[in-house]
């Protein structure tokens, strides 16, 4: 998509005429979005911003802002790809290369269950069988003829112990999404981004077959045809620009007009890890991370579910509840954030009394957000969505076991 080169400097009555027009109009056009971002620096921008998001926001959700007591179970963390700013992926002979047995898929479940979570993130690498020879062997040798097969028994087992799962696998085909349905209550990928430039020598995604955008967006399609309940997001950090920033955002509207699957986006801000090419790389600020989640907020419009995690921005908690988020994502009690494990989750009695503190109410909601189980059934595979319905409250939102505290399952 190619966009409008900014134009002159934007003073604050400026940009909130701009964001006021957006938010009137529940969408902000890539120009617009474009100068706001170039003019950041600008005193009085970024509040305008989050101001004109936070207002959004409101009008779509109301008070709320939910979060998702989870497990995370990285069900291998083998990878075809070389991202350059990644230390989840192993190589298979590393003493840290590791893939799960369903026998591990159970315990972790359990240990959910036992903390009141509903929803098991499973997150693994892409394909590593098409990389790895000892792989294909360990799969074969269990009777699986892919990773994909081993998703799919983990997602049974995951149903069997009590949790309901949300997979995001990395590249999937749409025969193999269409297996995982039934067991899923929602799918995901990160879009990242939808710079091919990125992809270039030399670059983040240079040897990451998987981040092509067009490879991305087809398994977005794909997931829409599906009518799969989808996440997706946009990655902060990894060296691309503004402009493709915004185009990356302009992307997920246009596919979520077109198919309406998305359920939420994610703003995520890359964090520089020690083992990466990457690590000398500047983190990006938080107060950046503020302004694309009320950027994300203003183009993809109030009804558009925005999640910014809680445990990447940690410094900027209160300003972000008031930036255009209305959840703050997989939060867990078990299980670290093996993405990003230097970051720990902040405790989830605190994000509610920060949550209490900026004017809203903190809510737990389960795999999928209450409105899409409760009003969209057309989106769920209908054996899933009775499960789903039994772990909901009549409002849909997490149903928890009455005898625990919020102290305890923390
Ligand atoms: S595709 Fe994901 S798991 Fe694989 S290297 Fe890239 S960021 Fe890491």
Not at 158 to 187: D, K, Q, Y
Not at 214 to 241: C, D, K, W, Y
Not at 272 to 283: F, G, H, L
Not at 316 to 342: H, K, Q, Y
Request: aromatic share 6%.
């Amino acid at each position: 998509m190619k966009l409008p080169q900014p134009d002159s400097p934007l003073d604050r009555a400026a940009a909130e005429s701009l964001i006021q027009a957006a938010v009137d109009t529940g969408t902000m056009a890539a120009d617009v979005a474009l100068r706001l971002a170039s003019n950041l620096q600008h005193a009085g921008v970024l509040d305008a911003l989050a101001d004109g998001a936070f207002e959004s926001k409101r009008k779509g959700k109301g008070d709320v802002v939910t979060v998702s007591r989870n497990i995370f179970l990285p069900l291998t963390n083998l990878c075809r790809n070389r991202c350059t700013y990644c230390s989840f992926a192993k190589q298979p002979d590393s003493a840290e290369a590791h893939t799960y047995s369903l026998e591990e898929v159970a315990e972790g479940v359990r240990g959910g269950v036992a903390t009141g979570c509903t929803e098991a993130l499973l997150c693994l690498g892409d394909k590593p069988e098409i990389a790895y020879r000892s792989h294909r062997e360990w799969l074969k040798e269990r009777g699986y003829g892919s990773t994909a097969d081993l998703v799919l028994e983990a997602c049974k087992i995951t149903v069997a112990e009590g949790m309901i799962p949300h997979t995001n696998a990395g590249i999937l085909s749409i025969e193999e999404m269409e297996r995982l349905r039934p067991w899923n209550a929602s799918m995901g990928l990160m879009m990242e981004t939808t710079s091919t430039r990125l992809r270039g020598k030399g670059m983040v995604h240079f040897h990451a077959p998987d981040k092509d955008p067009a490879v991305r967006i087809r398994m977005h399609e794909e997931a829409g045809q599906l009518r799969i309940p989808f996440t997706s997001g946009l990655l902060l950090g990894i060296g691309e620009n503004d402009a493709e920033r915004v185009a990356t955002l302009m992307t997920l509207r246009d596919l979520q007009e077109r198919h309406g699957n998305l359920q939420e986006v994610i703003v995520q801000p890359f964090h520089p890890k020690p083992s990466t090419p990457m690590r000398a790389v500047e983190p990006i600020r938080d107060d950046e991370v503020v302004a694309w989640v009320a950027l994300a907020r203003l183009i993809l419009g109030p009804e558009m579910n925005v999640q910014a995690p809680p445990n990447l921005a940690p410094g900027m908690l209160e300003r972000l509840a008031r930036s255009g988020l209305n959840d703050w994502g997989g939060v867990s009690p078990v299980t670290v954030d093996f993405i990003n494990p230097e970051a720990p989750w902040p405790a989830i009695e605190s994000l509610r009394r920060l949550t209490t503190a900026s004017g809203q109410v903190l809510k737990d909601r389960g795999p999928v957000y209450p409105d899409w189980l409760l009003d969209r059934p057309e989106f769920f595979d209908p054996e899933m969505r009775k499960k789903l319905l039994r772990l909901a409250t009549d409002e849909g939102y997490a149903r928890r076991p009455t005898h625990q505290s919020d102290e305890e399952a923390a």
